[in-house]
């Protein structure tokens, strides 16, 4: 067979849902596989890592220098990471992204480092019995491509762009904090609403761990959810009535219902 007659992949073009369902799959994975290269065998090695995400979007980490794959990810930044959406039946039925990333270690006492190790946290709390540890430094796995499957015959090759939050991203940043600790605190029904009814989740204990111009980031032990808002916020002053907006037509679409 020549290399032309050799069978090629069939990529779809990429469009407005593709992308939505790739950042829904990063947005949500609570962990993923992370493969890095190991010069002294020249082969590459996975392994499982939790992740949560910063206020672009990137994927975050924390790893141990005990870990296998730390040292050879500071030699070589290039890895991958493949995260894919869980459920019943044949697991190749389901979406899975490859994220080709660099990794970037991330200071601890910087106003990122901090803000890194606040949004961890809220996703994986369990990892508070460590995250302080000398040994343990968080790292952004930043985005240079990635390749999705959105199940048979669904191949897509996405951006960095396409990646990219769309609006006031600083803005929401710097009120993201006590917007969050107000919401989980005096309105831990419009919160539901936003789990329940907008990302049609099960019902659970739904807080709120991010957000951000575009969305939030929810959580119920294990379960996690992402909800879009209907347009991403142009300026931060918007979240306040966007997520009462989104409250209300949650309310009414449950009264439409009953």
């Given at each position: 067979m020549d290399a032309d007659d050799k069978p090629k992949k069939i990529v779809l073009d990429t469009d407005a849902e593709a992308v939505r369902l790739a950042r829904d799959l990063v947005a949500t994975a609570r962990h993923g596989a992370l493969a890095v290269y190991y010069h002294e065998t020249g082969f590459p090695g996975a392994s499982r890592v939790a992740l949560a995400t910063d206020m672009d979007g990137t994927t975050i980490i924390l790893v141990s220098s005990l870990s296998g794959h730390t040292r050879p990810m500071l030699e070589d930044p290039r890895t991958s990471l493949l995260v894919g959406a869980m459920g019943k039946?044949?697991?190749?039925a389901?979406?899975?992204?490859?994220?080709?990333t660099k990794a970037r270690r991330i200071?601890?006492?910087?106003?990122?480092?901090?803000?890194?190790?606040?949004r961890y946290l809220a996703r994986q709390p369990k990892a508070s019995l460590y995250a302080d540890f000398g040994d343990f430094a968080f790292f952004r796995l930043e985005i240079?491509?990635?390749s999705m499957n959105g199940g048979f015959g669904k191949a897509y090759e996405l951006t960095p762009g396409d990646f990219a939050l769309k609006g006031d991203v600083d803005g929401v940043a710097a009120m993201e904090e006590s917007a969050i600790a107000h919401m989980n605190e005096d309105h831990r029904e419009a919160v539901d609403l936003y789990a329940r009814v907008i990302g049609k989740a099960e019902a659970g204990s739904w807080r709120i761990a991010a957000l951000d111009s575009e969305g939030m980031d929810l959580v119920a032990g294990d379960k996690t959810c992402r909800v879009w808002y209907p347009a991403p916020l142009e300026n931060a002053s918007e979240l306040r009535g966007m997520l009462a907006r989104m409250a209300a037509e949650a309310r009414e679409e449950i009264g439409a219902l009953q």
């Open positions: 039946g044949d697991p190749l389901h979406p899975r992204i490859t994220l080709f200071e601890r006492d910087t106003d990122e480092g901090k803000r890194v190790r606040r240079q491509g990635s």
